[in-house]
């Protein structure tokens, strides 16, 4: 039992500092820098990122940052989650919806080519964005849901229907 322990130590220790590492490499895509602080004995994790040049300004945890910048770290977070664990499905969610253009295409870019490396995959992006801008490709199929419609009653304000 006690060999047991140490290799899951030495197994959560590796994907440990993969992850990190992965996490590092993905935030330097947009130029930033940070780190993940994951303590297994107390069961915590902290994101600390600094968008921009590193040196110069202090680490920042995510509720510093704008809500486009915590969501490319957020992006990157996932993506170097994903790379250590093994699954034939990776879904992401609205992971755009408080994002700049330009963080967008970076963040869109990173998964794309994430999702091209590991063709054995399959990987799932819903959005409310266009996707006009993804190039083409025979791996990569976009379905587009019709608008919804929209009532014209002067009294549904909103998704509500007021009461008289």
Request: proline share 4%.
């Amino acid at each position: 039992m006690l060999e047991r322990c140490r290799t899951y130590k030495k197994f959560r220790k590796s994907l440990t500092l993969r992850c990190k590492y992965n996490f590092g490499e993905f935030l330097k895509n947009r130029y930033y820098s940070g780190r993940l602080d994951i303590d297994h004995n107390n069961e915590t994790l902290s994101i600390i990122v600094q968008p921009g040049e590193g040196d110069k300004a202090a680490l920042h945890d995510t509720r510093s940052l704008s809500g486009g910048e915590r969501s490319f770290s957020t992006v990157c977070f996932i993506l170097s989650v994903w790379s250590i664990t093994e699954s034939p499905f990776r879904c992401l969610d609205e992971f755009d919806v408080y994002m700049d253009m330009v963080n967008r295409r970076i963040s869109m870019d990173m998964m794309l080519k994430v999702a091209d490396s590991q063709h054995y995959r399959q990987f799932i992006f819903l959005t409310p964005q266009t996707m006009s801008a993804v190039p083409p490709s025979r791996l990569i199929r976009i379905l587009q849901l019709e608008d919804p419609e929209r009532s014209q009653n002067p009294s549904y304000q909103n998704g509500h229907q007021e009461e008289d």
